[in-house]
């Protein structure tokens, strides 16, 4: 029993290390400016109510909703309601991930950022480069 319990917490930390690695190597570069694809037009914010670090970034994601207005930002609530889970497996997947990291999370195209540091460090490098595209 003492194998499978460990063997069960290897395959997580081997399952959370590829999350971090894919996290940091989709980062924008380092003079702020984001590079998108074609098909990187909608920013989905997946969040969970009740979640602290959500909350702590909640007025920066307002903020960002109300400056970059003409970029498509989706705000879905997913510990509660089915339907944004599942739009949310399916953004991950599209992404290359095979199940979502947690959240508070962002996703455009490929990009994947996690975090209440991650996000407001990175996320209006790419909001500008998606008004830019418009």
Partial sequence: MDRIIKFG????VVIAAASVAFVVLSAPPANGTA??????????Y?????CPHCAAIEPFME????KYSDVDIRMLEVWYNQTNQQIDAQVN????????PGVPE?????TVL????????KLEGYLQALEKKK
């Fill in 9 to 12: 917490i290897a395959i997580l």
């Fill in 35 to 44: 590079s998108l694809g074609a098909n990187d037009s909608i920013v989905y």
């Fill in 46 to 50: 997946f969040y969970g109510q009740g």
């Fill in 63 to 66: 903020n960002m909703t109300k």
């Fill in 93 to 100: 997947a599209a992404a290359g991930l095979s199940s979502p």
């Fill in 106 to 110: 962002v996703v455009i195209g490929k």
């Fill in 114 to 121: 996690v975090g209440q540091q991650d996000i407001p460090d």
